[in-house]
């Protein structure tokens, strides 16, 4: 299993810059990276501009104007219980699969069983591990226009071991690795001879993104798997996606905020393949073609619906020990799950503070879960931290799993 985990990671790395449900969701991702700062504070963004958002959520937010360059960054993470999956691994069932599972249920069924069941306890929880490259990204105001351009290099992999039936455990893999580079344009109306006839301030802005994904997935029970002969295969797929928005601001009380944004629009990815990793033998694929039919149709009929956002957001007075400061709600109608989730589960609520110059504080509630994140800013680099939860279940509360990130990156903010 570790060794299928780790051919996933280095296949995102190798990246240039059903009846029984999977962890690849049925839905598409959106095309995009991860904004930190926006999970710290709960996933509230739609009213709450974040150095990200124009690119990853709403576009709007490219005409809050300024001028910022990301020269590079990279971003690490991980979620669920990955280190006692390894130590599993490595001190139990690496060793009885190389003695072999069908050799121990002959002689000693008993410490078959107590295997599995270790195996299940382990593994019910989703675990993710997650990496990302920020190449460069700039963005800039010409009056009331600004315009931006980014590179997002993003790779996922989530695991996750569950009863395939007779207890016997299932191991089911999933790695998925993007390539995306939103270009993104927006005007502040109230710099235009329209803004006289505005009662608030307007911005709006649309991006169109271009997606380049690789997939691969592994979903076999324990005694299938094969040491001496087992394969990871690769399918690829290209996309364009498009979003648009709008930021008001000042909307009837000075410092309240409106958002909206509709997101992941275009087609689903069209998924070919690629190529086979023999993670352990040779690269012959003679007797794996069924498989590899299997795993194009499942990534094909995946779901891609457009996804809208809506947030309102108030800016609290600066004083002197702090400054840009505020809160945030947000409902959106992105689901984390395969199942269709409940209200409550579309809804984000954060709150952020910068003290002085430097700190950046943030936290907030996700789906019911608690969030938290800070930053040290200066002028030509970013250190960045947040966590958050995730629900993968049906019901808030049903299968949770907590992720944390962290991110360094240089450039002029």
């Known amino acids: ?93 690496s060793p009885a699969m190389e003695e072999g599972l069908e ?34 990204s700039v963005r800039a105001s010409f009056g009331p226009a600004a315009v931006g351009i ?29 390539l995306a580079v939103p270009v993104v344009a927006g005007v502040d109306l109230a710099k235009t001879p329209l803004g006289a006839a505005l009662p608030f301030g307007l911005r709006v802005g649309a991006s169109a993104t271009v997606l380049q994904r690789r997939v691969t997935a592994k979903a076999a029970t324990v005694d299938a798997l094969d040491p001496d002969d087992e394969k990871l295969y690769v399918f690829r797929g290209n996309t364009t996606r498009f979003a648009a928005g709008l930021f008001a601001t000042d909307v009837a009380v000075r410092g309240f905020d409106v958002g909206a944004e509709v997101s992941n629009v275009g087609g689903g990815v069209d998924y070919a393949f690629d190529r086979s990793i023999a993670v352990a033998g040779s690269d012959d694929m003679a007797d794996d073609l069924a498989e590899v039919a299997a795993l194009e149709a499942r990534f094909d009929g995946r779901e891609a619906a457009p996804v809208v956002r809506v947030g309102v957001a108030y800016r609290l007075p600066a004083f002197q020990s702090f400054s840009g400061a505020g809160v945030a709600v947000d409902y959106t109608t992105a689901a984390t799950s395969d199942y269709d989730q409940s209200l409550q589960a579309g809804l984000r609520a954060g709150a952020h503070v910068r003290l002085g110059r430097v700190l950046e504080l943030r936290g907030g509630v996700s789906q019911g879960m608690p969030s938290a994140g800070a930053a040290l800013v200066t002028r030509v680099a970013r250190f960045e931290y947040a966590t958050y939860g995730v629900e993968d279940g049906r019901l808030l509360g049903q299968l949770r799993r907590r992720n944390h990130v962290v991110r360094v990156r240089f450039g002029l903010f």
């Open 103 to 136: 050799t121990i249920r002959e002689e000693d069924p008993d410490r078959l069983e107590a295997l599995y069941d270790e195996a299940l306890r382990i593994g019910s929880q989703p675990k993710t591990a997650d990496l990302g490259v920020l190449a460069p």
């Open 1 to 93: 299993m570790t060794r299928l985990l780790l051919a996933a990671l280095a296949l995102s790395l190798a990246v240039p810059a059903a009846a029984q449900p999977h962890v690849t969701t049925t839905r598409e991702a959106p095309a995009g990276g991860t904004d930190l700062a926006s999970l710290g504070s709960g996933g509230a963004v739609a009213a709450t501009p974040t150095f990200d958002s124009p690119f990853l959520s709403n576009p709007a937010h490219i005409a809050t104007g300024g001028f910022s360059l990301n020269v590079i960054g990279v971003t690490a993470g991980a979620g669920g219980n990955v280190s006692e999956v390894m130590s599993f691994y490595a001190d139990e069932l």
């Open 150 to 178: 980014g590179v997002y290099g993003q790779s996922v992999t989530r695991g996750r071991i569950r009863d395939g039936g007779a207890g016997i455990p299932y191991v089911d893999l999933y790695s998925q690795a993007d």
